[in-house]
Every structure is written in structure tokens, then in C-alpha cells.
């Protein structure tokens, strides 16, 4: 059950960091403090980002497989952005699949540099 609290954390907060930076970088461009490009070009990084970010410390916080706990968390909030992209009927093409993958992998690096850069108590 523990286990399943702290992931539920990282997830939430992964999500909330998402929405406010995201919500912040359309007021920048709603108020052309910043151009179509650069806004393109942030959103990815700010999901990436935090992402990678709370992947990390998923993964410092986790006691071995690493990979396993980044694949865990990219899943869910993959399965999260399906869900949203069905309420919205958007369409699915080779972007939304790249996108996907990109998404899995940063998660996965994430958790991977995290366990690797815990301090070993012994």
C-alpha cells in the first residue's frame, strides 16, 4: 500500500507540474510574450521535463529495476493522455506513437539515473 501511495504522489504531481507550467506558458503566448515556435517547442519540453524530473526521483526513491519503476509511470501517464485524447476526440497518427515512445524513454532514463545516483546506506 505504501508503494502504491508514492506512486500515486509522483503521478499527481507529475500531472499538476504539467497543467501549471502549462498553463503559464499559454498565458506567455496568449499575451505574444513568446511566438507559435518557441510555444511548440515548450510544451513538449515542459512535459518532458517533469517527467523526467519526478521520474528521478521516483527512481531514487525506489529500492531496485529502475527501469521497470520509469516504464510504470510513463505507462500511467500515457494511459492518461489516451484517455484525455479520447474525451477530446483527437486523432491518433505516427506523431502521437513518437510522442509516446519519447515519453517512455525519458520516464525510463529518469528512473534509471535516479536509482543510480542514490546514496548507498551501508
Known amino acids: 500500500m505504501n508503494y502504491l501511495k508514492k506512486l500515486c504522489k509522483i503521478v499527481i504531481t507529475t500531472i499538476l507540474s504539467i497543467i501549471i507550467l502549462g498553463f503559464i506558458l499559454t498565458i506567455l503566448y496568449y499575451f505574444d510574450v513568446i511566438n507559435n515556435n518557441i510555444y511548440n517547442i515548450m510544451k513538449m519540453i515542459i512535459?518532458?521535463?517533469?517527467?523526467?524530473?519526478?521520474?528521478?526521483?521516483?527512481?531514487?526513491?525506489?529500492?531496485?529495476?529502475?527501469?521497470?519503476?520509469?516504464?510504470?509511470?510513463?505507462?500511467?501517464?500515457?494511459?492518461?493522455?489516451?484517455?484525455?485524447?479520447?474525451?477530446?476526440?483527437?486523432?491518433?497518427?505516427?506523431?502521437?506513437?513518437?510522442?509516446?515512445?519519447?515519453?517512455?524513454?525519458t520516464s525510463s532514463i529518469g528512473s534509471v539515473i535516479g536509482i543510480n545516483k542514490k546514496e548507498n546506506k551501508m
Open 47 to 105: 512535459v518532458l521535463l517533469s517527467l523526467f524530473i519526478n521520474a528521478y526521483i521516483l527512481g531514487k526513491s525506489s529500492t531496485k529495476y529502475g527501469l521497470i519503476e520509469g516504464l510504470k509511470l510513463g505507462t500511467i501517464i500515457l494511459i492518461i493522455m489516451f484517455i484525455l485524447k479520447m474525451i477530446t476526440n483527437s486523432s491518433f497518427d505516427i506523431r502521437t506513437i513518437i510522442y509516446s515512445i519519447i515519453l517512455l524513454l
